[in-house]
Each structure stands twice: as C-alpha cells, then as structure tokens.
C-alpha cells in the first residue's frame, strides 16, 4: 500500500462547479498535511496547509479526519484558473521528509 | 527577489555522460531538498541536507551525489551509474513552521537522454 494515496483522476468539472479531492494516507502517526498545487510542467506550489480542525481560503476548504486516516480539499465556485494537478503531501513521522501523492488532475471547462 | 532558482531548464546527456543540475535559494533556509518526478507518480526524494557541509541519502540515491559547501547551494550530479535519468528534476528548500517544516519548490530542470 502507498503511504499517501490519491485518486489521479482527471475530474473535468464546469466553471462553478463544486469538486472535492480525498487523499488516504498509511501511517496514523502522521502529523502535518499539505495540499500543493502544481500546474503543467511547472513546479508544486504550496496551496495550504491541512490543520486539525479544519481550514479555509477562500474558495478551498481543507478537512482532516485522522480517524478514516483521510485529508480532503474542496473547492467552490471552481474557476478555469483552478485546472491543474492538486498533491496531497504528508510529513512522514518516522522520518521527517514529506512524501508526495501521486496528483489528482482537475479540468475546469466553461 | 528572494527564491529558489534552478538550471538549466532542460538538459541532454549522453549514454556515459555525468550532468550536474543547478540549485540556488537565497531564502536563507537550512534545509535543502532533490526529488525526481515522474510523469503519473509522487514526487520521490533523492538526496536532503539539512546543514552546511552535511546531507543524507533519500529513498532513490542510487546513481546521484550531491555537495553542499554553502548554505545558498545544493547540486546535484546525474552518473552514468543512473539508468534511467529521464525525468523532471525538483530542488526545494525548507523552513521550520508550525506544521514541521514547509518547503518552497525551485521551477525545475527536465533532464533527457538522447
């Protein structure tokens, strides 16, 4: 089983629609989680950061639910802007490196 | 501007041929970062130095050295020893936060084998 597990997608979504993303992740010890965003042949960049109560930016809501071992994104009011691949990263406990999910692509058309 | 910066953008090598992959930050971070990314999969890290004159292996070391004689630089070697070097190379950097540490990506060097 992968530490950190996504469902690659592609999720192709109209302009304003509602799209959620789950990452799964293996270790329960786990206790730092990130989502980053990385557009085509370009390098990630950091979205938000995932804290135990949950948070929000805007239009993105992030959810932890360290029982199911999950981490979600939600996006609202999606913008064609929003199309790229979305990582679900988790701080490893054991060894202090984060370690990536595969992506989840997200097309928004109009 | 503070950030990371990489280069060359893209790089061919040669069968037998040794290629080292630029990285800078001016970010003042301790902690610097190689991960490999292949297209459909995870980010994987190949080599991490937390301090000046120190770094340790990540999961995919094999066939890559690294140096880090100053705090601003972190190359990276490609060997011939690495078989499949064909891939999109990310440098980063980290800093300490609430959530452990953030790491902030430099924009990236495709290296092809012709």
């Known amino acids: 089983r992968k530490e950190v597990e996504q469902d690659p997608g592609p999720f192709n979504v109209p302009e304003g629609a509602t799209v959620a993303f789950n990452c799964t992740y293996s270790n329960s010890a786990s206790q730092s989680f990130f989502w980053y965003r990385q557009d085509c042949r370009k390098e990630p960049k950091l979205l938000m950061s995932v804290y135990s109560s949950g948070n929000e930016d805007g239009r993105f809501t992030a959810q932890l639910n360290r029982a199911s071992q999950y981490i979600s994104l939600l996006i609202r009011d999606s913008k064609l802007s929003d199309s790229a691949t979305y990582l679900c990263v988790v701080l490893g406990s054991n060894t202090g490196k984060l370690i990536f999910g595969q992506g989840t692509t997200l097309q928004v058309k109009p | 501007d503070g950030g990371i910066t990489q280069s060359p953008k893209y790089l061919f090598r040669k069968e037998g041929q040794n290629v080292t992959l630029s990285c800078e930050q001016n970010l003042n971070h301790d902690a610097m970062y190689w991960y490999r990314q292949d297209p459909g999969q995870g980010l994987r890290l190949i080599y991490y130095?937390?301090?000046?004159?120190?770094?340790q292996k990540g999961d995919i070391a094999e066939g890559y050295s690294v140096s880090r004689e100053k705090k601003e630089s972190f190359p990276l070697t490609v060997t011939s020893a690495q078989k499949n070097p064909t891939a999109f190379y990310l440098c980063?950097?980290?800093?300490?936060?609430?959530?452990?540490?953030?790491?902030?990506f430099g924009p990236g060097t495709r290296l092809l084998v012709l």
């Open positions: 980063a950097s980290g800093v300490p936060s609430g959530m452990g540490e953030t790491q902030y």
């Open positions: 130095s937390q301090i000046v004159n120190d770094f």
